[in-house]
């Protein structure tokens, strides 16, 4: 019998859901010993505004989270823009379409704060998220490090 599909939600992450990331992302993981992720207390200083959830059928499948900055060195042409710093869905809901689904969120969300240019890194290896930036219209631009730009235009 063939499986029904399923149904993608995002929405902003709630207090609630913040445990839930700290365990997805793995306690003490993460790029430096002050990752939000990895630390309930770090996690609940940081800002929210950019940070999404997104759940399969109702349950917690992954998160992304996003923020503004200025002037990226690899960039000097842009002065404003946001960055994607994280992406992550659980193993068994990956090609289900939630890493889709937070993308394109987090995408609406930039363009309606006016945000032109918005940009993300990911691991040379990562193939899965490369394909998907790229489907999404994210394009490479440095070597070595994964980093891709989409270029929007601002409502």
């Known amino acids: 019998m063939p499986s029904l599909p ?11 859901d913040l445990p839930r990331i700290v365990a997805h992302y793995g306690p003490g993981g993460g790029d430096s010993p002050w990752d939000p992720f990895a630390d309930l207390d770090r996690l609940r200083r940081t800002a929210r505004s ?47 379409g939630a890493g889709r689904a937070l993308l394109r969120e987090a995408v609406a969300q930039i363009r309606s704060a006016g945000i032109g240019d918005i940009f993300l890194e990911t691991d040379e290896d ?19 490090v994964i980093r891709f730009r989409l270029r929007a235009s601002p409502p």
Do not use: C, M
Not at 6 to 16: F, G, H, K, P, Y
Not at 127 to 143: D, H, I, K, S
């Open 6 to 16: 399923q149904e993608v939600t995002v929405r902003l992450a709630t207090e609630s």
């Open 50 to 96: 950019g940070l999404l959830i997104a759940e399969l059928d109702g349950e917690y499948v992954g998160f992304l989270y996003w923020y503004e900055a200025r002037r990226p060195w690899y960039a000097p042409e842009v002065d404003r823009y946001a960055r994607i710093s994280d992406l992550h869905i659980v193993p068994s809901a990956q090609g289900k």
């Open 126 to 144: 990562n193939v899965r998220a490369q394909n998907l930036y790229r489907r999404e219209g994210f394009e490479r631009v440095t070597p070595g």
